[in-house]
C-alpha cells in the first residue's frame, strides 16, 4: 500500500505525526530520552526516527508524561492491547489469510495498518492487561472486555484478525474491528465485530482508515468509501498513490464523519468515489452517502459500479490488481445516478415499466430524488431522466416539466423547510435542462396523460406496453 514500494518511509512525517500525538496526549513534560521508546511503538525504522525526533525544534512536545487521569488510561490500555494483538499475528491463520486473498501487503512493515490477532482463549488480552495493573473497570469502560457469566472480564474479541481504529494523526490505536476466521459461522458472531463507544471512541465520528491512508491523501490520492477493511486494503493496493480505500465498517456514513473528511482533504478539488457492495444493502448505504456528502461542497461524487455479487476485495482476489484498477478508474457513474435509479427501481416489475401507471409513479419518484440535489446533478439528473422517459416511454416535454416542477413545490412548501438559496434557481435550472433535452420530441405522444389512473392503481392489461428497463436507465 505504498506509493513507492522502494521508497525509504517518510522519516518527518512519521516525526511530526508522533510529536502531534505526544502533544494532544499527554500533559505533563518527561525526559527527552523517551522519545526513542515511544516511536520504536509505531516505527519499523525505530533508530532513525529516534534521532528525527531528538532533533526536532518542538522538543518541548516530546517532553510530556502521561497523566492520571481516565482517559489517558484508556489510550494506554489501548496501547498495550495494539502491541498484544501484533505480538499474537505470527504464527496465527491471518498471514496465510491475507497472503491467499492477494493483501499480503498489509503485512508489510511500513504498512499504515498495524493489524495484529486475538487469541482464541478467552481471557488471553484480558489476564495480560491485569498483569501490567489494570483494573476489571478499566478493561471494562475501555471496551476491549466485556462482563463473563461469573461477572469477570473477558476478552471481547478472540481468535480473530484485528484491525486498529485510529484518529488523524495518532499512532494509537482507540478502538479496533475485529474480521472472525473465515471458516468460522455466524454461531462465532458477526464477520465483523466493532469495538463499542466509549469515551475515547464514537463510530459516528471516526472514519477507519482516515489515518491510515492521510499520507496518500495528502500527496493527491482520492478516497475510496468502501464496505469493509478488506475492501479498503484491496483498493490501496490496486492503485498505490492513486486511490485510499476507507471503510464505512457497517455503518452509514454521518455527518461527523463527512466532516472529518473534508478536514482532511480538499473535498471540492478532489471529489469522492463511493465503491460499496453491489448488493441492495450497498446501494442504500450509497444512497445515505449522497445524501450526507452532499450537505457539503464535496465536489465531484462517482459510484463504481461492480459486478453484481462482487466487491473490491474479491476483485482483486480473482482476478488481480490491475482488473480492480480498471473498474476503479473506468467502471463508474455519477453518485447522483444512483440515488436516482434506487427510486425509480421500486416500479420496476420484472425489470420493467410496462404500465402507464408504473412509468408515472417512476417518474415522480424520480423527480422527487433530483430536486433536493445540488444545481448540477439536478440539471444533469433532470436532462437523463427526460431523454428516457422521452425515448423510451414517449412522455411529452411538458408532461416530465410538469411533474418535475410538481415536485418542487411540493419539496420547498414542506413545513419547516427552509431555502437557503433563491428557490426559483432550481426550477429554471432543472426546467431548462428538461425543455433542452426534451425540446425534438415535443409532438409526441403523451404516454401517461394528467387523467390516467393514479399512482398506484393496480395495473391492468389496457395499459401494457412491453417496454425493457435496466441498465438503460444509465444511457444517454
Not at 22 to 42: G, I, L, W
Not at 102 to 128: D, F, N
Not at 323 to 334: E, F, K, Q
Not at 349 to 355: F, I, P, R, S
Request: charged share 20%; glycine share 8%.
Amino acid at each position: 500500500m505504498e506509493a513507492d514500494p522502494g521508497r525509504q518511509p517518510d522519516l518527518v512525517a512519521e516525526a511530526r505525526f508522533w510529536r502531534e500525538w505526544n502533544t494532544s496526549v499527554y500533559q505533563q513534560a518527561h525526559s527527552p530520552e523517551d522519545a526513542a521508546a515511544t516511536a520504536a511503538r509505531v516505527s519499523p525504522d525505530p533508530e532513525r526516527i529516534a534521532a528525527v525526533l531528538h532533533r526536532a525544534p518542538a522538543r518541548t512536545a516530546l517532553t510530556r508524561e502521561p497523566s492520571a487521569g481516565h482517559g489517558d488510561e484508556l489510550v494506554q490500555i489501548h496501547a498495550h492491547a495494539g502491541e498484544f494483538y501484533q505480538s499474537c499475528l505470527s504464527g496465527s491463520w491471518v498471514p496465510e489469510y491475507l497472503s491467499a486473498r492477494g493483501l499480503e501487503a498489509v503485512l508489510r512493515p511500513t504498512s499504515p495498518w498495524k493489524i495484529g490477532y486475538a487469541p482464541q482463549p478467552w481471557t488471553a488480552l484480558t489476564s495480560h492487561l491485569r498483569s501490567l495493573g489494570y483494573s476489571n473497570e478499566a478493561m471494562l469502560s475501555s471496551g476491549l472486555a466485556v462482563p463473563g457469566k461469573d461477572g469477570k472480564p473477558r476478552d471481547m474479541f478472540h481468535d480473530r484478525m484485528m484491525i486498529p481504529i485510529r484518529r488523524p494523526g495518532d499512532r494509537i490505536a482507540i478502538a479496533f474491528v475485529g474480521r472472525r476466521h473465515p471458516d468460522a459461522g455466524d454461531d462465532q458472531g458477526p464477520k465483523y465485530l466493532n469495538s463499542p463507544n466509549t469515551e475515547l471512541y464514537n463510530k459516528r465520528h471516526i472514519l477507519p482508515g482516515l489515518a491510515e491512508g492521510q499520507r496518500f491523501l495528502d500527496r493527491g490520492a482520492q478516497p475510496v468509501l468502501v464496505e469493509g477493511v478488506t475492501d479498503a486494503w484491496a483498493v490501496s493496493i490496486a492503485a498505490p498513490g492513486r486511490y485510499v480505500g476507507i471503510p464505512l465498517c457497517g455503518t452509514a456514513l454521518s455527518g461527523e464523519q463527512v466532516a472529518a473528511l473534508a478536514h482532511a482533504i480538499d473535498l471540492p478539488e478532489r471529489g469522492v468515489r463511493i465503491a460499496l457492495d453491489s448488493d441492495s444493502a450497498g446501494h442504500k448505504a450509497a444512497i445515505r452517502a449522497y445524501a450526507n456528502l452532499t450537505t457539503v461542497d464535496s465536489g465531484e461524487l462517482t459510484a463504481v459500479v461492480f459486478p453484481s455479487g462482487s466487491d473490491p476485495a474479491e476483485q482483486l482476489e480473482h482476478e488481480g490488481p490491475a482488473a480492480l484498477r480498471a473498474t476503479l478508474s473506468s467502471s463508474t457513474c455519477p453518485l447522483a445516478e444512483i440515488a436516482v435509479d434506487a427510486r425509480i427501481s421500486h416500479w420496476l416489475q420484472d425489470g420493467k415499466l410496462a404500465y402507464a401507471e408504473q412509468q408515472l409513479g417512476a417518474l415522480r419518484a424520480a423527480c422527487e430524488a433530483i430536486v433536493p440535489m445540488p444545481l448540477w446533478d439536478a440539471a444533469t439528473q433532470a436532462k437523463r431522466i427526460a431523454r428516457l422517459f422521452r425515448t423510451t416511454y414517449g412522455w411529452s416535454a411538458e408532461d416530465i416539466n410538469r411533474e418535475l416542477m410538481a415536485a418542487h413545490d411540493g419539496y420547498y412548501q414542506r413545513p419547516g423547510r427552509q431555502v437557503v438559496s433563491a428557490p426559483a434557481e432550481l426550477p429554471s435550472t432543472t426546467a431548462s435542462a428538461v425543455a433542452s433535452a426534451a425540446a425534438p420530441f415535443q409532438g409526441q405522444r403523451n404516454a401517461a396523460p394528467a387523467s390516467s389512473a393514479p399512482v398506484g392503481h393496480p395495473p391492468d392489461d389496457r395499459d401494457c406496453r412491453p417496454n425493457s428497463y435496466g441498465r438503460g436507465l444509465s444511457q444517454e
